[in-house]
Structures are given as C-alpha cells and as structure tokens.
C-alpha cells in the first residue's frame, strides 16, 4: 500500500459532542502515515485543542456553526488546518501563564494553547476577524530528516 | 461514540473515590467537574480519582483537577490520581502537572499516600 | 447525551486507498444514530459503493479530484450526498442485470447500484454533467416510525 | 489502517485453499482476483476461500467470486465459500449469492464438499 497523501476535510457541527468524531478521524487519517501511537495521540490532541476553541471561544457553544478542520499529509510533514468565521483573536497579544499561577488563580483553563506549542512544530494564526480565521498547526516528519540524513 | 465517557463515585478509607473512564474531554468535562464539586461541597477534601480506565484526556480534563487542587489543599486535604496508562500519563507530563500533582500507582497507594501525607504544598 | 444531528462533512482524494478511511468515518458517525450494527453496516456498504463509483467510474481512478460525502442527521432519516464534478450518467438509462446473468457473463462488476438500491429507502441521482452529480442516499429511521404510532 | 487486508494461499487436499482476511473492497479485491487467476491458471479448479478473518465486503470482492465462478464450473471445480461471519453473510444474502454460490461453514465442510460435490450448476 503507497503512503497516504493529499488533503482531507472533514466538517462538523459546532458541538463539543463531536470532538470525539473528529478525533476518531484525525487518529485514523494520520495513523496511515506510519507515526508511532504516541505521536497520533499528541497531534490528535492538538487538533482536538484547536477545534475546542473554536466551538467555545470563536463560536461561544453556537451549534448552528461549524468546525471545519482540514489536513494535508506528504511526505514531509502533516499540516492541520482549522478555520472559523468567528471573531478571531490575537495570539500573539495572548500570553499564556504558567501552571503554578493557573493553579493558584483555580483556573479550569488557559491549558490548550499551551499543549497546542508544546506539541506541534509551527502554529500559525491568520485571522481576519468576522470573516475567516485559520490556525495553522505543522508537524515535520522525522523519518523525513532522517531520509535527507542517508541522502546526502 | 467510541469510548463513552464514564464516572463512578464510592467512598475509600474516608476519601472520596471518583473512578474514571474513557475520553475525558470539553464535553464530558462538565461532569467529572460536578463530581468533585459535589464532594468539596460535602465537606470531602480527600479525594482519590482512580484514571485505570481513562484513555484520552485534554486540556478540559486537566484543568478540572487544576481548578480544585487548592481549595482542597488548603483545607489540609488533595486530590491523588492513580492508574494513568501511559498515553494519558504522556499529557500530565507535557504540562508538567507531576510537578504539581501526587501521582501514585493504584487506590491502595492513594491510600497509604493520604495516611502519609494527607496534603501537599502546590 | 443529546442524539447527534446535523451535517457532517467529508472530502478525500478520489483514490480505493480512502474507501477505508470513508467507511471508518461514516460508521463511527451513524453508530451514534443508535441503529444497530447490521443496519450501520449496510449503510457503510452503500456508501462505499457510492464512493466507489466516484472513484472509478466519474474519475477514472484520477487521484487528483475529491470524493465529497455529505451525511444529514435528524430524528427522522440518515441522509447521504456523494458529490462528483465528473461526467454524470444517467442511472435511469442504466437496468442492472440480473446476478445469473452477471454470472454467465463473467462479470466482475455491475453488483454495486443493486446494492445501493436494497439498501436504502430511497435513491435520487441528480446530475449536471462536467458540473455536478450528485446521489442521494437516504435511510428513514425505524424508531421515529415506531415513535409516531405512539403518538396517534 | 483499521482492518487492512490479508490474503493467503495453501494446498488443502488438492484444492487451492486462500484464506482471506480483513476488508475486502474495491482497493483490495484485485489482490484476491490475482490469486484465484493464478490458481485458474495453474490448473487449478477446486478452490477454497476461507473468510473466517475477513470481517468487511463490498461488491468488488463480490465480482471477483462472481467472475470465476463459471470457468472454474466448466472444468468440473468450484469455489466452495466457508468461514463467513455473520456481518459479511449478510452482504452475500443482499445479493443472492446462496442460490448460485457453495457456502460451507469450515474448511473441512469445504473439503468434504469437494468429495461429495466437485462442481455445481449455477
Ligand atoms: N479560536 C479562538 N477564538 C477566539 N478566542 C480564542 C480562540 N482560541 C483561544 N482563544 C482565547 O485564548 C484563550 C486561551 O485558550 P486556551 O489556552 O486554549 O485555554 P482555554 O480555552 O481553556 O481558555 C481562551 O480563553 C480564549 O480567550
Ligand atoms: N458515479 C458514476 N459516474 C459515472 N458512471 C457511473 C457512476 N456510478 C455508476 N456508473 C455506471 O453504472 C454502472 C453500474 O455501476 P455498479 O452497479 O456500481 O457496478 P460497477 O461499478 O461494478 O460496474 C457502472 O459500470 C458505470 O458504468
């Protein structure tokens, strides 16, 4: 069987009830590029990460919208995609504080992006707020490196 | 749904055993939440969460142990999760919630651990 | 937790190597209908076959185009769109043979609209050709059927 | 993937026994159609498929049975099918295929068929 390649797109109701579809997607699309367990798990939460924002924040639990999440798979590297027409906001103005503080303040929040940095290469956010926002979450491939590794 | 979320409450050695299953995530969040509120409210500031059948958390899951965790400490009590399988145990450790968190083995080690060491300082 | 409803979206590239993916996806969505595993089962098959179709007959195995499934969920049906921009055909014009005859023939193929036709509650085939076909599977739900009797 | 497809050949008292496993789908089928066309071509008319893994089928794996069913007849063989779960039987049933095909429940069915029944008219 070739490696699995090209852009998948799935789209769903703006619902936490289907976080664990998308999830069992996710997983099963990106366990075909031969990642071990345990990295499918990471990106798999990372999307899930992603996705909880926009139900909640982008679209404040309005379930008549919908959470699109789009990947593209090559060789290379695995490029999630996930976009909201929401209000959008700033990541670059949001500053994540650290767990102690969180702890101390008994927040229940303030985790996602954080897990969202630790796990993925790139994470960029492009927003045009109203219109069309995407958060742009990148893994690299090592098998990759290493195929460029034997290469050279 | 593959692997429904689900949650039992029992008493253990007077803590109180919340057991959980499952995906723990934004949408099952809310219950495991009302589960340890309904114990602090009672007055239960042990609390053991028994994680031997949870199989997914996110950052939902995690942030309701981090919302509890002081309160329940500075009535001289904690919260101590037990049975993490390695994939779960693989997202405590990205956040670095062990440095925060008693994580033990079993039920019997919350146990022993709250005989030892009722709470513990953040 | 509430029964799913809505819209669910999915493209893959059109290639056999996804038909997996598809029946994955679409089983785990209608699983949570509540219709039981046989029922899920045979609607999956539709859907694969419908895919299929797509894949080798609108595209020609040309991995470059989309296979777009569209699923609806209510209280009342389970709806499917498989959406393809290529040629179309006219299934009306199109009078599958019976299996004997298949058999005599040797035939490989020409088992799959029967399929999809034993199956479902109701096919519709609506097709521009070049622009956009698309197939309508819809399944009626037993438990609403049962649901209205109660009610009378 | 879940369920990829696997597909094996051995002699079982002179017939060709192929057990398949997995799903058996427009992407897989021709895999099984290569393997009873080497069997047809190697003389080889007495043929048994063993489905006792194979846990999904779509029409493409149906063609493949249904386009040599009528070679294999005509030299005196036959597929003999044994080994069907009850999910993947159901797919057989839809289409009709218990009145032309020889469904057996095991491999020693399929043998003993074999003595009793080499070939059968559709
Ligand atoms: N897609 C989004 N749209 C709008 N605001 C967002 C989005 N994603 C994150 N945010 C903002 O960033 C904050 C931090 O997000 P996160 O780290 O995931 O924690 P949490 O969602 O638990 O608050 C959120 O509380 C929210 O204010
Ligand atoms: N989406 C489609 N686009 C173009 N032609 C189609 C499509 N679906 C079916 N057909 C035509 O109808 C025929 C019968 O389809 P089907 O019963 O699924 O059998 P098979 O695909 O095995 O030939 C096909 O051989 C093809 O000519």
């Given at each position: 069987m070739n490696a699995i390649e090209g852009k998948f797109t799935l789209t769903v109701p703006s619902s936490t009830q289907n976080l664990a579809l998308i999830?069992?997607?996710?997983?099963?699309?990106?366990?075909?590029?031969?990642l071990d367990e345990n990295e499918v798990l990471k990106l798999t939460l990372a999307v899930d990460e992603a996705c909880t924002n926009v139900i909640e924040h982008a679209y404040g639990k309005d379930n008549s919208k919908?959470?699109?999440?789009?990947?593209?798979?090559?060789?290379?590297?695995?490029?999630?995609?996930?976009?909201?027409?929401?209000?959008?906001?700033?990541?670059?103005?949001?500053?994540?504080?650290?767990?102690?503080?969180?702890?101390?303040?008994?927040?229940?929040?303030?985790?996602?992006?954080?897990?969202?940095?630790?796990?993925?290469?790139?994470?960029?956010?492009?927003?045009?707020?109203?219109?069309?926002?995407?958060?742009?979450?990148?893994k690299r491939l090592r098998k990759d490196e290493n195929r460029e590794v034997i290469k050279n | 749904m593959p692997q429904p979320f689900s949650l039992q409450v029992?008493?253990?050695?007077?803590?109180?055993?919340?057991?959980?299953?499952?995906?723990?995530d934004a949408h099952t969040a809310p219950e495991f939440e009302t589960a340890i509120q309904t114990a602090v409210d009672g007055g239960q500031f042990q609390v053991i969460v028994d994680c031997t059948n949870l199989s997914y958390i996110s950052s939902a899951g995690l942030g309701v142990f981090m919302s509890f965790i002081e309160e329940v400490r500075e009535q001289g009590g904690d919260i101590k999760i037990c049975g993490l399988v390695p994939k779960v145990r693989q997202v405590f450790d990205l956040l670095g919630f062990p440095d925060i968190f008693d994580l033990v083995d079993d039920v019997a080690a919350a146990v022993q651990r709250f005989a030892e060491s009722p709470t513990r300082k953040g």
């Open positions: 999830r069992d997607f996710i997983g099963t699309l990106i366990m075909q590029t031969g919908e959470v699109l999440v789009r990947t593209f798979l090559d060789n290379h590297e695995i490029r999630f995609e996930i976009e909201d027409t929401g209000l959008g906001f700033d990541p670059n103005a949001y500053q994540p504080d650290e767990l102690e503080r969180l702890v101390a303040e008994r927040k229940s929040g303030g985790l996602g992006l954080r897990l969202i940095q630790t796990i993925m290469d790139e994470v960029r956010y492009e927003f045009e707020p109203g219109r069309k926002n995407s958060l742009l979450l990148i | 029992s008493q253990q050695a007077g803590a109180s055993l919340i057991s959980i299953g499952g995906h723990l």
